[in-house]
């Protein structure tokens, strides 16, 4: 009943910045917490940054002073502003929400993903 759909993912050098968006659809009441994971070649999948409905936020230590989150709650969509680009932030990026739909029904979905590829 939900679906997530992540964009702007791509090919940027080191000290870089790019920005991800993710818009969330279907039958949502509300959304509890809206985040960003990660996983790169050969690891496992990780928590990168999220934000709740409130707008409080968390941020993995790898990512702190160069990583923003941010949510439009009316929109339903998150953004992921990345500054200040390593190349060990490589990796295909997820954007996840749990919340209910308006059958007030728990819902725990994925995107699809985007590249992300820092490198000279």
């Known amino acids: 009943q939900v679906q997530l759909v992540e964009s702007g993912g791509g090919l940027v050098q080191p000290g870089g910045s790019l920005r991800l968006s993710c818009e969330a659809s279907?039958?949502?009441?509300?959304?509890?917490?809206m985040g960003w994971y990660r996983q790169g070649p050969r690891k496992e999948r990780v928590p990168v940054a999220a934000i709740t409905s409130g707008g409080g936020t968390n941020y993995a230590d790898s990512v702190k002073g160069r990583f923003t989150i941010s949510r439009d709650n009316a929109k339903n969509t998150v953004a992921l502003q990345m500054n200040s680009l390593k190349p060990e932030d490589t990796a295909v990026y997820y954007c996840h929400a749990d919340g209910y739909t308006t059958n007030l029904k728990l819902f725990d979905v994925w995107g699809q993903g985007t590249q992300v590829t820092v490198s000279s």
């Open positions: 279907g039958m949502i009441s509300t959304i509890s917490v």
